[in-house]
């Protein structure tokens, strides 16, 4: 028997570095021709040499694919899932040690060169010797590797269990990769007549305080949405103030009321979710002019546990009621001391209110073209598009200003947590054990914070809540879906097993060599085996 090419710690650290030595930011070049490079890297292990056809890319956009490789038992029905992402975020920070963040046994060593550029923690960790750094080597390349290897080693002992290796760029945008994946793996389920039994994602475990060393396993993820508005005033002349209404006005009351709102703070399983805050809150004047600004808009963040979009957009309108009816008074008071009748009272509608009043006011043709012309900006990302389309409508729909209208912009990741499944309890039990073995201490945690892939799986909304978010994304259809059908069909537990590192997306990203290259491949190998 031929030996195995990534068995051994030493093999399976060439490999992590070779995986970050192709470098893989999001929408740029690299991350289009990461996925062909894996692809030729899978196969030369001999099952795919034998099994062709196992191995495959699908389209994710942009150039972009996701690549499955499936290692499939002739007699197993039960399959894992191993999910991982290939992108990564820029490396601006490294200074004038950029050029080395994909090379980090070269960077490792340069870093030692100067220890004392760096956070003390930092310091303090590379002079151990114990950590690799380098952009992606965390977050979450060896992820990979160790899915890589994993599908080696079950291929070439014939484990009795299907592995689909599952790996995908977009993370940390859009996540247009996994959104592509999820009508494949349901697609694979059927052609290979599978039965998913686990979505496994190795995402690294992170600290939860910047001094925290404890590892954690995950059996869920946090859940986020972007509620968003349009505020569409009145415009005037500065030197006639009262004869109109700024959009920034009109912006300041729901900001005010949105940031940390503990309406939308969820808890569950001792766990809560972070208060929501705006991400941006601007004008739409392209320029500076005594014209007064009439059209702004904003966008919060809001955490989800548990939440469907149709909740948080009852909560949102909620709010915006509050927020425009407290302006109205207010206002009501300003117009009775400037004796004069005002502009109107503020009116709260929805984004699918508003399409169907312009459907109605100007047809479906010609809403059609109203929506298109705005998608043909190239240079506007999903969010802009989204609010921009809202605007193009209100301006042809004045006679309901002065309003904010709500909706939602990409992208959406809906909230997922397994921790009650008894597969679940039991191999989150067997990690602690075998974390013991190597005098390691794991914890759980019920809700991954850091925003990940297995939001699109095992989908849970029989109310249908996520009708709301589909009514009111401008963008729906056109630039942004989420595969909501398919993915309540990838029924299954979801856990997050994955090595330990510190600071990702920081210029001291870094891994965990024992970790990484000694007890993971082994407590994945136990979990794996646990299974059948
Ligand atoms: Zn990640």
């Given at each position: 028997m031929s030996q195995l090419l990534w068995d051994t710690s030493e093999k399976l650290r060439a490999l992590l570095c070779e995986l970050v030595s192709w470098d893989s930011i999001t929408l740029t070049e690299g991350e289009t021709t990461f996925a062909p490079k894996v692809l030729d890297k899978l196969r030369e292990l001999a099952y795919f040499q034998d099994h062709p056809s196992h191995l495959q890319l699908h389209d994710a956009g942009l150039g972009r694919h996701v690549v499955t490789a499936l290692y499939k038992h002739p007699e197993a029905v039960e399959t894992v899932v191993l999910i991982s992402h290939f992108d990564t975020v820029q490396t601006e920070?490294?200074?004038?040690?950029q050029a080395l963040a994909y090379f980090p046994e070269e960077l490792t060593k340069k870093l030692m060169e100067n220890p004392d550029d760096l956070p003390e923690t930092a310091r303090i960790d590379l002079e151990t010797g114990k950590y690799l750094f380098g952009r992606g080597t965390m977050d979450m390349k060896m992820g990979l590797a160790l899915h890589m290897q994993l599908l080696e080693k079950a291929s070439r002992e014939e484990w009795p269990i299907n592995l689909v290796l599952t790996t995908v760029p977009d993370e940390e945008v859009n996540s247009a990769g996994m959104r592509a994946a999820v009508p494949q793996l349901v697609r694979i389920r059927e052609e290979f007549g599978l039965s998913y039994k686990l979505f496994l994602n190795s995402e690294p475990s992170f600290s939860q305080k910047p001094l925290d060393i404890a590892e954690y396993i995950y059996s869920g993820t946090i859940g986020k949405i972007m509620p968003a508005a349009l505020f569409y005033g009145k415009e005037t002349h500065v030197g006639e103030p009262m004869k109109g209404m700024t959009a920034n006005y009109i912006a300041s009351y729901l900001t005010q009321r949105m940031?940390?709102?503990?309406?939308?703070r969820e808890s569950d399983l001792g766990e809560s979710t972070p208060l929501p805050v705006s991400l941006q809150q601007k004008d739409l004047k392209m320029s500076y002019s005594?014209?007064?600004?009439?059209r702004a808009v904003a966008l919060y963040n809001v955490f989800l546990l548990k939440r469907t979009a149709a909740e948080v957009m009852d909560l949102f309108e909620q709010v915006a009621t509050e927020a425009m009816g407290a302006l109205n008074v207010s206002y009501k008071m300003i117009c009775d001391r400037e004796q004069v009748s005002g502009v109107g009272e503020v009116k709260v509608l929805r984004y699918e209110q508003l399409l169907a009043h312009a459907t109605k006011k100007l047809g479906i043709a010609e809403v059609e073209r109203l929506k298109n012309e705005t998608l043909q900006n190239e240079e506007w990302d999903d969010r802009e598009k989204s609010l921009r389309i809202v605007d193009n409508l209100m301006i042809q729909c004045q006679e309901l200003a002065p309003a904010t209208v709500l909706l939602f912009a990409p992208p959406y990741y809906p909230a997922v947590n397994t921790s009650e499944h008894p597969l679940v309890k039991e191999v989150v039990e067997l990690m602690k054990k075998s974390a013991q073995s190597f005098g390691n201490q794991i914890d759980q945690i019920?809700?991954?914070?850091?925003?990940?892939?297995?939001?699109?799986?095992?989908y849970d909304d029989s109310g249908k809540g996520w009708t709301a978010f589909e009514s009111n994304t401008p963008v729906w259809g056109d630039t942004y879906s989420i595969p909501f059908e398919d993915m309540a069909q990838l029924k299954g537990p979801v856990l997050n097993v994955g090595p330990f590192g510190k600071?990702?997306?920081?210029?001291?990203?870094?891994?965990h060599v024992d970790s990484a290259f000694v007890e993971m491949p082994v407590m994945l190998e136990t979990l794996v085996k646990s299974l059948y």
């Open positions: 920070e490294y200074g004038s040690l940031e940390w709102n503990p309406l939308f005594t014209q007064t600004p009439y019920h809700y991954f914070n850091g925003i990940c892939d297995l939001s699109y799986v095992n600071d990702a997306h920081q210029r001291t990203e870094r891994l």
